[in-house]
């Protein structure tokens, strides 16, 4: 029986989907080998911590 990724490895791979670069064979690979709930919490917190930094660059930014 193979070893399901861990949720770091989930992180990981959301992580660099954000970024867009991601070659075709690792997409491949987590496609079959993620849990898809790891991955829909991974994003939304990546989305969340990303949507924090937007807001306090924009309140720095608006306070000067």
């Keep these: 029986m ?3 990724p861990s949720f ?4 990981k791979a959301v992580l ?3 970024v ?3 070659r075709k064979r690792d997409f491949d690979e987590d ?3 993620l849990n898809p709930v ?3 919490i991974a994003a ?3 989305v969340a911590v990303f949507i924090g930094i937007l807001i306090t660059i924009v309140k720095f930014v608006v306070a000067k």
Excluded: P, T
């Design 2 to 4: 193979d070893k399901q």
């Design 8 to 11: 770091l490895y989930s992180l």
């Design 16 to 18: 660099w989907s954000f």
């Design 20 to 22: 867009g670069l991601r």
């Design 31 to 33: 496609q079959q080998a």
């Design 38 to 40: 790891h991955i829909i």
């Design 44 to 46: 939304v917190l990546a």
